[in-house]
């Protein structure tokens, strides 16, 4: 595999990697709630309606670990058969992870160590969410690539808060101990800020090159005979 090869399946690596953590813990939590578990405070509501979380974590899982793949440009330009099968599975998968997501927030119990103000975070970011895939795939319908593309990594980023949560909570826990119920809820939107933080950055740079391109190709495209646009 060449450099260019290896660099460009870094990113899939890295973004596979970050939903490791919510992907295992989602596991054990299916495999808990199909094996009979015995009910305790903290799994009572999950297993009093387990359909929900269930669907969550199926969903997200699927858009995650799927979704780190469109980001591999080979995939991208060589296979726009994949690229779009692919979408057709990520939409609805996106969909379900956050709508039930959002259902969870509303009608499941509050958890011991959650607030009002973290519900309030998780009620913002799952409705951006569906926002973000919502105008994606209207994007894609009007046949707008750059937007389709910017609004579901977008979406992405928002799905992927889990990952990164894991990594804002682990300095606090490790230096000053559980976090309070404020804490917790800022921790949690860290999480999210970050990602969407990293997400307009790829968003502005392949903005960026595309325009970038589009100037060198009218360039050379109008140069006049004899004259070279290479400096």
């Known amino acids: ?83 779009r099968t692919a979408g057709r599975l990520l939409v609805p998968a996106g969909l379900v992870a956050a709508l039930s997501g959002l259902w969870m927030t ?36 009007r046949r707008d690539f750059a937007r389709h593309s910017a609004w579901m990594i977008r979406g992405y980023a928002i799905a992927q808060g889990a990952g990164t949560q894991a990594l804002t909570h682990l300095p606090w826990i490790l230096f000053l101990g559980t976090p309070g119920v404020t804490g917790r809820a800022l921790l949690v939107a860290l999480g999210w800020v970050i990602n969407l933080a990293v997400a307009e950055w790829i968003i502005r740079r392949r903005s960026t090159s595309a325009t970038r391109t589009t100037h060198s190709a009218t360039a050379t495209t109008y140069a006049p005979v004899g004259v070279t646009t290479a400096r």
């Open 106 to 141: 509303l009608f499941y119990p509050q958890p011991a160590g959650d607030g009002d103000l973290l519900t309030g975070f998780r009620l913002l970011f799952g409705s951006a969410m569906v926002v973000c895939i919502v105008l994606g795939f209207a994007a894609v319908r």
């Open 1 to 83: 595999m060449t450099s260019s090869a290896k660099s460009a399946w870094l990113v899939p690596t890295l973004l596979i990697t970050l939903t490791a953590v919510p992907v295992l813990a989602g596991a054990v939590r299916v495999a808990e709630l199909t094996g009979g578990p015995e009910v305790t405070p903290e799994n009572a509501r999950f297993v009093a309606d387990p359909v929900p979380v269930l669907l969550h974590i199926v969903a997200a899982t699927v858009f995650c670990v799927l979704g780190a793949f469109q980001f591999v440009p080979g995939l991208r330009r060589r296979g726009r058969g994949w690229h």
